[in-house]
């Protein structure tokens, strides 16, 4: 049987399926998280193992990939900044047309579905065109950044915003609003545009000694971070290329404070068993091996899918709670 890698490096091909089955399939459109494996939820993964196809981005790490069922059919839809291999609105027919096939589909999306992420446009489409689907809510790259993004004395709100419009084209933002002192402004999809988004936040009135925290990558082991002002944000983010946030604000600051717990933290030895139960190894690599001691998740309900998975979680060695 092929491995996770073996099917994800095979030729991807798309097939347009339009017969209706016997047996109406089910979308769920779900939120992979920041991209470390530990940070899926746990609805997250059960779909996962039990899902027959799963559609995914071409940012999804290897090792979430790995988690789905053996035998399931990987749909790299290739979805990245300047960069699709499928239109969204192709994605959408695809979906509909996997899903009349009878299929178990997980549309596996960076972050949280509905966080810039296309999932209400996808989940609309879906729902008119009679096909049964569900969200399941991911942990947002904000949240993995490693700052609070609220803070007594520092942020009252915090506000997510996104750096990228459709056609290149600058996002029309509340730019005076989010010049404002005491929140934290979280710029995804940003770094392209850091510059532009630097100086329309110093004409708005945000001092360009604002503090401004560039995380890459968060939550990866490839993690890259850089703490700047807003006024040499341009400059700072020209050595990155990947997908990044921008955390302005005050709080921002507390990135040299925070430092040395989190090194601490990450320095301490990985958790072996938990990560022997998702088949990862210490430095969350996959190792195609499971304990079989391992937890046994409930797969999602059939026929009668419209209530979500049921309650009670897993058990063990496949017993039922």
Do not use: C
């Not at 596996?108 to 969200?135: C, M, N, S």
């Not at 509340?174 to 110093?202: C, E, F, H």
């Not at 560039?214 to 971070?225: I, K, Q």
């Amino acid at each position: 049987m092929a491995s996770g890698h073996e099917r994800a490096g095979a030729k991807k091909r798309l097939v347009v399926l339009t017969a209706k089955t016997a047996r109406d399939g089910v979308v769920w459109l779900v939120g992979a998280g920041p991209g470390d494996p530990d940070l899926l939820t746990v609805k997250a993964l059960r779909l996962l193992q039990s899902a027959d196809v799963v559609v995914h981005d071409r940012l999804t790490p290897q090792a979430i990939l790995d988690l789905a069922a053996p035998a399931a059919r990987m749909i790299d839809v290739g979805k990245r900044k300047s960069h699709h291999t499928l239109p969204q609105d192709d994605i959408n027919q695809l979906l509909v047309a996997l899903a009349r096939e009878g299929l178990t589909v997980v549309r596996l999306k960076g972050g949280d579905p509905y966080l810039f992420g296309r999932g209400g446009e996808e989940l609309a489409v879906l729902r008119a065109a009679g096909v049964e689907a569900h969200v399941v809510p991911g942990v947002t790259a904000a949240l993995a950044a490693g700052l609070p993004l609220t803070h007594r004395g520092l942020a009252q709100a915090v506000a997510f915003v996104t750096g990228h419009a459709a056609s290149g084209a600058e996002p029309d933002l509340d730019w005076a609003s989010l010049a404002k002192a005491n929140q934290t402004v979280v710029v995804y999809m940003g770094l392209s545009t850091a510059p532009k988004i630097a100086a329309r936040l110093m004409a708005a009135g945000r001092a360009g000694s604002t503090p401004v925290l560039v995380v890459e990558n968060a939550s990866l082991a490839d993690e890259r971070r850089i703490s700047t002002t807003l006024g040499a944000l341009g400059d700072d983010v020209q050595a990155l290329d990947g997908p990044a946030l921008l955390v302005i604000g005050e709080v921002a600051a507390l990135e040299d404070s925070l430092l040395p717990l989190r090194e601490k933290v990450s320095a301490q030895p990985t958790d072996e068993g938990s990560h022997r139960r998702l088949g990862l190894d210490r430095d969350g690599a996959r190792t195609g091996r499971r304990d079989p001691s391992s937890v046994s998740l409930r797969e999602p309900p059939s026929p009668a899918r419209g209530e979500g998975l049921p309650r009670g979680g897993f058990s063990r060695a496949g017993g039922r709670s």
